[in-house]
């Protein structure tokens, strides 16, 4: 069955409006977890918009103590600070994504062939680590056998235009067209397929049919979102279904 980890982030932003300690990230993340969700994910910036770094520690110490069967993501750009907090943390899968600073959200994968150099020994040192370490990849096959050969267990692959085309059904099956495609690639070169950004209920299914081997999406906008209107749990169990999970 394909794994939902359920993105904190929104929560965490929700919170930050205010110097108050709610929503409650570790009872949020419990509710999500009880309700099937295989684990969390979170992205720590430098800037700390959302996710906080003693965030990071909090939820590894719930899921840890609590539900010992679930997985943890950390995701982010592994600059030497991101670095230090995964090694810290050691979390189940760390998510390598090319974010610029300043940027709002993950946008584009990473150009394998030309950071090929950088990443080499960022992915040596968290394999060493006992993590299982994913890249973030645009939805195109091209570098994902270099993506192999430094060592890569995953690839994340970058959903946003799928998920923005929602209002173009012609647009959206291109984009799942190119999705499908690299996944087979990857799945080809024994790399294992995640998905993630802007992921909905109603776009999930077609996805599920187009890539049936995925190991894992990563929600966190839409599913939060939903949750203002369903509640966590109830949430939770529309995306299981969704992904085909009997709820």
């Avoid at 394909?2 to 509710?31: K, Q, T």
């Avoid at 992915?123 to 680590?129: G, H, M, T, Y």
């Avoid at 998920?163 to 690299?182: N, P, S």
């Amino acid at each position: 069955m394909i794994n939902l980890s359920v993105n904190l982030n929104a929560v965490a932003l929700l919170r930050n409006r205010r110097d108050l300690p709610w929503p409650d990230l570790a009872d949020i993340g419990r509710l999500a977890l009880g309700a099937g969700a295989a684990g969390l994910t979170v992205h720590p910036r430098p800037d700390e918009r959302h996710i906080r770094r003693d965030d990071v520690f909090v939820l590894r110490d719930m899921l840890r103590q609590e539900y010992p069967d679930k997985e943890y993501n950390i995701e982010g750009f592994p600059d030497e600070r991101w670095l230090r907090i995964v090694e810290e943390a050691r979390p189940d899968q760390a998510t390598l994504v090319p974010d610029a600073p300043d940027q709002a959200t993950s946008d584009h994968g990473w150009d394998f062939a030309a950071q090929a150099d950088f990443l080499r020994p960022i992915v040596q040192d968290l394999k060493r680590l006992g993590i299982r370490v994913s890249l973030f990849a645009n939805p195109d096959p091209e570098g994902l056998e270099i993506a192999k050969e430094l060592g890569a267990d995953r690839i994340e692959i970058y959903t946003g235009p799928y998920g923005q085309a929602y209002a173009d059904r012609q647009r959206q099956t291109q984009e799942l067209q190119k999705i499908a495609f690299t996944a087979q690639q990857a799945q080809a070169l024994r790399l294992g397929v995640n998905a993630g950004h802007d992921l909905t209920v109603q776009n999930l299914t077609p996805l599920v049919m187009a890539v049936p081997n995925l190991d894992e999406v990563s929600i966190g906008h839409a599913l939060i979102a939903d949750a203002l209107r369903f509640g966590m749990p109830e949430t939770v169990k529309r995306f299981r279904r969704a992904l085909g999970h009997p709820v």
